[in-house]
């Protein structure tokens, strides 16, 4: 199937590893011009290196930083077609362990980095009359997990925002989705070193997920051809979601 994505032009954050450099190594397939972001620049510098694309550093747990970089790389790339934000896991913590600061930082992470990404591109993706906006989030904007208090409250209000959003642009081209990774084989995760027993038991599928798997979903979505499928959180998580 041709996806019709070549000349597209794209940002990816959080793409030095893991799900988001994935997401950028796939649309890079297609044929798509693809800025990748992150904090670390040591990552990104060879993330950008092996997948021959453009980067810029930031640190999207910074107010203005997301905004920043969202601007400068639609003057770079002339345009953008495709934005796909995603950032780090927050701290975790039961609800009275976390401080107001904690709240803070983790709202500006996980929230306003989004919403400071959707002000620049959304005028001119209207404009276009084309647009995709992929938010990678987690299985906590659906159902809550143990622990993950400031994750389980943002990500969950990010699918509200996501709806309203969609149903705001639909009519102009422009479609935004969430996407969200079940327990998926990256270094974040690695550290918990689950055994295999113990994924089996978490997992109906009976494995991690794999980074591309997750990709190739994004990278329809990405696409023309997704053009009648917005304002969904579709889960990539081997049947983890119990509920509707």
Known sequence: MDLQLKGKKALVMGASTG?????????????????????????????????????????????GEAKRVTQQAQEMMKGLDILVTNTGGPAKGNFLEISNQQWLEDYQSLWMSVVESLQVVLPQMKKNHF????????????????????SNGLRAGLAGL????????????????LLLPGYTNTDRLKELKLSDEKVKQMVPAGRLGDPQELADLATFLASPRASYITGQSIAVDGGVLRGH
């Open 19 to 63: 799900i988001g450099r994935a997401i950028a190594e796939a649309l890079i397939a297609e044929g798509v011009q693809v800025m990748i972001c992150a904090r670390n620049e040591d990552k990104l510098k060879k993330a950008a290196d092996h997948l021959h694309c453009q980067w810029i550093s930031c640190d999207l747990s910074k107010a």
């Open 131 to 150: 647009g995709r906006i992929l938010l990678v989030t987690s299985l906590a904007a659906k159902e809550p997990l143990s622990g993950l208090t400031t």
């Open 162 to 177: 996501s709806k309203s959003i969609a149903n705001e642009y639909a009519a102009f081209g422009v479609t935004l989705n």
